[in-house]
T-cell receptor, first 107, second 112 residues
Framework: KNEVEQSPQNLTAQEGEFITINCSYS?????LHWLQQHPGGGIVSLFM???GKKKHGRLIATINIQEKHSSLHITASHPRDSAVYIC?????????FGTGTSLTVIP | NAGVTQTPKFRVLKTGQSMTLLCAQD?????MYWYRQDPGMGLRLIHY???????AKGEVPDGYNVSRLKKQNFLLGLESAAPSQTSVYFC???????????FGPGTRLTVL
């Protein structure tokens, strides 16, 4: 069993739609990381959060420590948002990574 | 700033050969990490370092060795490559353990 589970695994959306990607974890954590992996393979950090909510442009990340759950929202989605989104939970001394959600936004 | 760089970008090895992957960062970060990424699996931590001269094992350390002789460099070595080590390797660095990690562009390694 993976310590971090993401859903959905694959997601296709029309441009402009509101998108939600979910991340549930089973370990006790001190922080959770959302990453974006571009089709070319590069990985970029989107958010690191340990409580509440963070917003950056059209991206919003929330975390509920009691429920061991985090969500990544994308408002007004755009084809350039097409990527794999990965959540990683920091438990103890290491990160536990989900297998990613592959998002395709169609024009 | 170059951020995090990795060399080489691609490499093909034969079983039993050795090689070293180099990760360099110019952000004065204390923490550095080596991950591998395989199809259908998430990133998995191989080894990490919390500062110059220190290293620690991650989730999948077998078959790899690391060194952090200088703060800005983190080397990953394969002493005797095996086909199971075919993967994409990512290096990352961060200021602190719970801080944003910055990733290198990756090294695609194929072991025949």
């Amino acid at each position: 069993k993976n310590e971090v589970e993401q859903s959905p695994q694959n997601l296709t959306a029309q441009e402009g739609e509101f998108i939600t990607i979910n991340c549930s974890y089973s370990v006790g954590i001190s922080a959770l990381h959302w990453l974006q992996q571009h089709p070319g393979g590069g990985i970029v950090s989107l958010f690191m959060l340990s409580s509440g909510k963070k917003k950056h442009g059209r991206l919003i990340a929330t975390i509920n420590i009691q429920e061991k759950h985090s969500s990544l929202h994308i408002t007004a989605s755009h084809p350039r948002d097409s990527a794999v989104y990965i959540c990683a939970a920091l438990g103890g001394n290491q990160f536990y990574f989900g297998t990613g959600t592959s998002l395709t936004v169609i024009p | 700033n170059a951020g995090v760089t990795q060399t080489p970008k691609f490499r093909v090895l034969k079983t039993g050969q050795s090689m070293t992957l180099l990760c360099a960062q110019d952000m004065n970060h204390e923490y550095m990490y080596w991950y591998r990424q395989d199809p259908g699996m998430g990133l998995r931590l191989i080894h990490y370092s919390v500062g110059e001269g220190t290293t620690a094992k991650g989730e999948v350390p077998d078959g790899y060795n690391v060194s952090r002789l200088k703060k800005q460099n983190f080397l990953l070595g394969l002493e005797s490559a095996a086909p199971s080590q075919t993967s994409v390797y990512f290096c990352a660095s961060s200021y602190g353990q719970a801080d944003t990690q910055y990733f290198g562009p990756g090294t695609r390694l194929t072991v025949l």
